[in-house]
């Protein structure tokens, strides 16, 4: 990613944008910061191209070489090796692709580490010519402080809140805060005794009352337990499901996949529900 590009791209389309852009680059801003909130590794890949471009790679803030580095060897002169020779991914560990890559710069610069030794090959080891010739590098990169993780995300934050003014896009509004409550639950008295025959459909078996107090409470998942005494729930029963009133809010068909045994009990899930109870209120499912 070029950062100039990105910024001269961005300036020609907050030159550009009227009310219906606004509203499309609205929803794809909101795609891109639902991405980077999924994918908080690339906030880290940004503060590390900005070292790279700077000067000096991030991952060789404070470091000096001064050990004789070859394959096998593992540490954080290894992962600034790998930074100065673009050897990808840094992980730290001097593998083949870091020989390979400590071999082409000795002999890019044969002058100064091979012809001293007598050698036109590199060696793929970091010996004392190599290391002298890695550490002018660095002593002569411009020393520049690398922002952390932390200045990246701000600086993409204020980046983010000026776009936003820019094509008119209202901030979305701050979380009401939550109230602790209380939920009650019990079996209702009816329906009970309900007998299910063969080939009966939208049977209803049984009633919870659900009571909210001091609060609004939303129900995300209701777990039903089946006390089977040994018999295999699903042989005889095919399909559960649950209502609010006569809206039905989730159902699942029963198999091996879909419920849990435990002893002669089984049990199966319905979740994702997002079943709100009112305040000092109550529903019966």
Excluded at 2 to 14: N, P, Q, R
Excluded at 138 to 144: F, K, N, S, T, Y
Aim: glycine share 8%; hydrophobic share 40%; with cysteine.
């Amino acid at each position: 990613m070029e950062v100039k590009k990105l910024i001269a791209t961005a300036s020609t389309l907050a030159l550009i944008a009227g009310t219906a852009f606004a509203q499309d680059f609205s929803s794809l801003l909101n795609q891109i910061l639902s991405y980077l909130q999924q994918n908080q590794q690339l906030v880290q890949q940004v503060q590390q191209a900005v070292g790279q471009v700077a000067g000096v790679p991030s991952a060789c803030q404070g470091v000096t070489f001064t050990r004789t580095l070859k394959y096998g060897m593992r540490g954080n002169d290894v992962k600034c090796l790998q930074a100065l020779l673009n050897v990808t991914p840094q992980t730290g560990y001097f593998g083949s692709l870091t020989r390979a890559a400590v071999i082409k710069f000795q002999e890019d610069h044969a002058d100064e580490i091979l012809a001293p030794l007598g050698l036109t090959k590199g060696t793929g080891v970091v010996g004392p010519k190599t290391i002298a010739k890695l550490n002018q590098m660095l002593a002569q990169a411009p020393q520049v402080q690398i922002p952390s993780t932390e200045q990246v995300k701000s600086i993409w934050d204020l980046f983010v809140e000026a776009l936003k003014k820019e094509l008119g896009i209202a901030p979305a509004p701050a979380p009401t805060a939550g109230e602790e409550g209380e939920l009650f639950a019990e079996k209702s008295p009816v329906p009970t005794g309900v007998t299910v025959y063969e080939g009966d459909k939208n049977v209803g078996v049984m009633a919870i009352k659900l009571r909210a107090k001091k609060s609004a409470i939303t129900v995300d998942r209701v777990d039903l337990i089946f006390n089977a005494g040994g018999a295999i729930v699903y042989k005889y029963i095919n399909y559960v499901g649950l209502y609010d009133g006569e809206n039905a809010i989730k159902g699942v068909n029963l198999d091996s996949t879909t419920m849990e045994r435990s002893g002669n009990d089984y049990k199966v899930r319905l979740s994702g529900l997002n079943l709100k109870v009112d305040k000092d209120s109550e529903k019966v499912l």
